[in-house]
């Protein structure tokens, strides 16, 4: 059974840092990609992060470019997203996604076969 459960999440101030973790199981384990999408309130869902299997090359959306970093360790199958200075508008639910196929555009979900159930970030002002 393939399987990514996100966590690490919740409450935290403006200008604080979360970490989030990712774990992989079945499938999961041999996917060839692995990103962060978010989706706020009121918000469609947002790549935030990606990062190849092969090579550990990472992708990022430009608003949070210089504050996260996307990391994994393969020994536990476990992806990482360190959030830096976070900022209000960083409040969403945190998704993790694999995608087994190489290819693809990384910040569309389309290229995702496996998702986690996500999550929740709060950032206060």
């Known amino acids: 059974q393939e399987q990514l459960m996100e966590s690490g999440g919740g409450p935290v101030q403006a200008g604080g840092s979360l970490t989030l973790s990712c774990a992989a199981s079945?499938?999961?384990?041999?996917?060839?990609?692995m990103a962060w999408f978010r989706q706020g309130p009121e918000k469609g869902r947002e790549a935030v992060a990606s990062?190849?299997?092969?090579?550990?090359?990472?992708r990022y959306a430009d608003s949070v470019k210089d504050r996260f970093t996307i990391s994994r360790d393969n020994a536990d199958n476990t992806v990482y997203l360190k959030m830096n200075t976070l900022k209000p508008n960083d409040t969403a639910t945190y998704y993790c996604?694999?995608?087994?196929?190489?290819?693809?555009?990384?910040?569309?979900?389309?290229?995702?076969?496996?998702w986690g159930k996500g999550t929740q970030v709060t950032v206060s002002s």
């Open positions: 996604a694999g995608g087994l196929a190489y290819g693809g555009f990384w910040e569309r979900p389309g290229t995702y076969d496996i």
């Open positions: 079945g499938r999961a384990v041999s996917a060839t990609v």
């Open positions: 990062i190849y299997t092969r090579d550990h090359r990472t």
